[in-house]
């Protein structure tokens, strides 16, 4: 076999297989997705009909979505605040500064650990009975918190641990974009007289424009999908203040074997996302300067 057609064949085997995969378990799901939010199978029965655009109205007219938007904001607020904390510890681990390997495992390590381990971690952190953080309130004279029970910071309690899991793993990103910039550029702005947060706000920021973009992206979405802490600590209560979008959805699926208004939720969602991630990118290329 010549050398000329054993290139066309890799081509041609590098480019099928994955988008072979992709129409597979990407593109075709997707279909089917949208086909059955037009009907009201409920996920077992081969027998459906269709409803037209009662799922969707469903949607808009339950009560519920908008306290799955507000639990999701709040996931997206504090993934945006995440975003900036990481890029603040990251330049001081980049920093020289002695222990700064030690502190880099000690911010990334959440990230490693096992998701279900975390969400019991905290669930004995924030236990109203036996929890470090209410026997030490209880120890200075104030009033026990109720986190998991209180449904004004019930969202918030499940958020903080969405935060302290993924900041390492924020933080490895950008220390990766910080030392994709050439040093030569901060010799010559420290020669020029440039002070530390004139070379973060001309030189650093500019040069991990992108990389920033990316990380809202990803915490946008991230925050959209969220639903294992909800799942693991709180079924959606107290009530449901702790419902989130994702949760919603596999609650009415598995629990209520409605897949066609699930499908309509997921559907809703992506463009949701999809909104979301258009007015972030204008206000990052926009406004991005500080």
């Known amino acids: 076999m010549s050398y000329r057609m054993q290139k066309k064949i890799l081509l041609i085997g590098f480019l099928f297989i ?27 029965l081969p027998e459906y009909k269709f409803t037209g655009l009662r799922n969707y ?33 990251a330049v001081l681990v980049t920093q020289k500064m002695r222990g700064r390997g030690f502190y880099k495992t000690i911010i990334f390590m959440p990230y ?9 971690m905290f669930n004995f952190m924030y236990d109203y009975n036996e929890g470090p ?20 910071i019930a969202i918030f309690t499940l958020v903080s641990m969405s935060l302290w899991r993924w900041l390492g793993y924020t933080m490895v990103i950008y220390i990766a974009a910080l030392q994709s910039i050439e040093p ?6 420290v020669i020029d007289g440039a002070n530390a947060w004139q070379n973060f706000r001309y030189i650093t920021l500019p040069n991990i424009t992108r990389i920033v973009e990316l990380q809202m992206f990803l915490a ?31 609650d009415n699926y598995f629990n209520y074997q409605q897949y066609g208004f699930a499908a309509a939720m997921s559907v809703v969602l992506v ?18 300067s500080i």
């Not at 904001?73 to 990481?86: E, K, P």
């Not at 026997?135 to 009033?143: G, L, V, W």
């Not at 979301?276 to 206000?283: D, E, N, P």
């Open 18 to 44: 994955p988008m072979l995969l992709m129409l597979l378990f990407l593109v075709w799901p997707a279909i089917r997705m949208v086909f059955y939010s037009f009907t009201n199978w409920d996920g077992s």
């Open 133 to 152: 953080i209410n026997i030490f309130m209880r120890f200075i004279q104030a009033e026990p918190i109720r986190f998991f029970s209180d449904k004004n």
């Open 271 to 288: 463009f949701i996302i999809l909104i979301l991630t258009g007015i972030q990118r204008k206000v990052v290329k926009g406004g991005i």
């Open 184 to 189: 030569e550029i901060y010799e010559s702005s």
């Open 112 to 120: 490693v650990l096992n998701i279900t381990a975390v969400a019991y």
């Open 220 to 250: 946008l979405n991230g925050s959209l999908q969220a639903f294992t802490e909800t799942l693991i600590l709180t079924k959606g209560g107290p009530g449901n203040s702790t419902f989130t979008f994702m949760y919603y959805v596999i």
């Open 57 to 89: 109205k469903l949607v808009f007219t339950d009560s519920t979505l908008w306290v799955l938007l507000k639990n999701n904001g709040a996931y997206a607020l504090v993934g945006i605040l995440q975003t900036f904390i990481a890029l603040a510890f």
